[in-house]
């Protein structure tokens, strides 16, 4: 951790091996996996307009949490179907995004490839929930993120 943030950059383990330690290096292998596939990405946005794709992202509650103890969730609004942490056709939370983020990309020729890897990663998420006593959840992305936006704001 460095100002209160995840390194994603960081080559060995974070120090005391906890949940996000071991969080942070799945999500590095994962990396590692997709740059030598390489897939290919124009940055251009489009998937994080849920309707394009007639999509509903789905996240673990530790993804959830991964990124509300990361960054600060901004208003939004769930009928939008879009997520709010597009900015400028960019996304402004690249090192903290979902699993469902990172396996998907807008190239066709990978879309199956890309199943079978989300659904590898998917496991390794529950195994770390298993492993740490987690309650397992795996809801639609913008509704967790309503909830928590909701629980801070009647919690302030």
Same mark, same amino acid.
């Given at each position: 951790?460095?100002? *209160? ?6 080559? &060995?383990?974070? *120090? &005391? ?13 994962? /990396? ?10 124009? #940055?251009? *946005?489009?998937? @994080?307009n %849920? ?13 959830v949490?991964?990124?509300? +103890? =990361? ?10 179907? +879009?997520?709010?942490?597009? $900015?400028? =056709?960019? @996304?402004?939370i +690249?090192?903290? #995004?979902t699993?469902?983020? +990172?396996? %998907?990309?807008c ?11 989300? /659904? $590898? ?8 929930? #298993?492993?740490?006593?987690? !309650?397992? $959840?795996y809801?639609p992305?913008?509704? !967790?993120?309503? &909830?928590? $936006? ?5 919690a302030h």
């Amino acid at each position: 951790m460095k100002d *209160g943030f995840v390194d994603m950059t960081a080559q &060995e383990p974070l *120090g &005391e091996i906890n949940l996000y330690s071991e969080f942070v290096l799945l999500y590095q292998h994962l /990396e590692k996996e997709l740059t030598r596939m390489n897939p290919g990405c124009n #940055r251009c *946005g489009t998937c @994080c307009n %849920f309707s394009a794709f007639d999509h509903v992202l789905y996240a673990s509650a530790i993804e959830v949490d991964f990124i509300t +103890r =990361n960054v600060e969730v901004p208003d939004f609004k769930i009928s939008d179907n +879009r997520c709010p942490f597009l $900015k400028d =056709n960019q @996304c402004s939370i +690249r090192d903290f #995004r979902t699993l469902g983020c +990172r396996v %998907f990309y807008c190239n066709p020729h990978y879309k199956e490839v890309l199943c079978g890897m989300y /659904e $590898k990663y998917y496991q390794m998420i529950k195994e770390l929930s #298993r492993k740490y006593n987690i !309650q397992w $959840k795996y809801l639609p992305f913008l509704h !967790q993120l309503a &909830e928590f $936006k909701s629980e801070t704001t009647t919690a302030h």
